[in-house]
């Protein structure tokens, strides 16, 4: 992808956010729900969003983490 002086190569993005375990549904919210299956707890910071690109900017040729931007993940209920 490339948009004015800004590239990205072709390949995987990777998204960091913290995670806390699971939790059962309801747990934490209102439901009247009898469903027990897990779900997991992430945090609501923003998370970070990289990618890994060969790099001399070390000093030595290998595989460096580039990041991109941020983002927030929320649940898909609340999407």
């Known amino acids: 992808m490339k948009d004015g002086d800004v590239s990205i190569t072709e390949g995987y993005l990777f998204f960091a956010?913290?995670?806390f375990g699971f939790e059962k549904k309801g747990e934490n919210d209102d439901d009247d729900?009898?469903?027990s299956a897990p779900r997991m707890a992430l945090s609501t910071n923003e998370g970070t969003i990289t990618v890994?690109?060969?790099g001399w900017h070390t000093g030595w040729y290998k595989e460096e983490?580039?990041?991109l931007g941020v983002f927030r993940a929320v649940l898909l209920?609340?999407?």
Do not use: V
């Open 17 to 19: 956010l913290l995670f």
């Open 33 to 35: 729900d009898d469903d």
């Open 52 to 54: 890994k690109q060969m």
């Open 65 to 67: 983490s580039r990041m």
């Open 77 to 79: 209920e609340k999407a």
